[in-house]
């Protein structure tokens, strides 16, 4: 089974959680207005890069989870950017609690 990371930083406004090392997991986020989970967009069929590099004229996240000016619209789903090694997660508040459900490796 290969190695993932999850990083999650939360605040007082928001919750940012990166997962890299795979796209194979889905996300399930809790806090006070309710629950939400979090996939994968439906183009991430490539392996995941092993290159720390992305392009910044692609879909992705500035520091902290703060929305490019470059991207978002490709490569998207709500709350969700392609990174080089994975994903990561904008979720609009902070996090009472997260469950991270990887597939299952054939």
């Given at each position: 089974?290969?190695?993932?990371d999850?990083?999650?930083?939360?605040?007082?406004?928001?919750t940012?959680?990166?997962?890299?090392?795979?796209?194979d997991?889905?996300?399930?986020?809790?806090?006070?207005?309710?629950?939400?989970?979090y996939?994968?967009?439906?183009?991430?069929?490539?392996?995941?890069?092993?290159?720390?590099?992305?392009?910044?004229?692609?879909?992705?996240?500035?520091i902290?989870?703060?929305?490019?000016?470059?991207?978002?619209?490709?490569?998207?789903?709500?709350?969700?950017?392609?990174?080089?090694?994975?994903?990561?997660?904008?979720?609009?508040?902070?996090?009472?609690?997260?469950?991270?459900?990887?597939g299952?490796?054939?």
């Amino acid at each position: 089974m290969d190695e993932i990371d999850i990083d999650a930083r939360v605040t007082g406004e928001r919750t940012v959680i990166d997962v890299t090392g795979t796209r194979d997991v889905a996300v399930v986020v809790r806090s006070a207005g309710g629950e939400r989970i979090y996939l994968p967009p439906e183009s991430f069929d490539e392996p995941v890069s092993g290159s720390p590099y992305t392009s910044p004229y692609q879909g992705g996240s500035g520091i902290d989870g703060e929305e490019s000016p470059y991207g978002g619209g490709t490569g998207s789903t709500r709350g969700v950017v392609e990174t080089a090694e994975g994903f990561r997660i904008s979720h609009p508040e902070a996090a009472t609690e997260f469950d991270v459900y990887r597939g299952d490796e054939e």
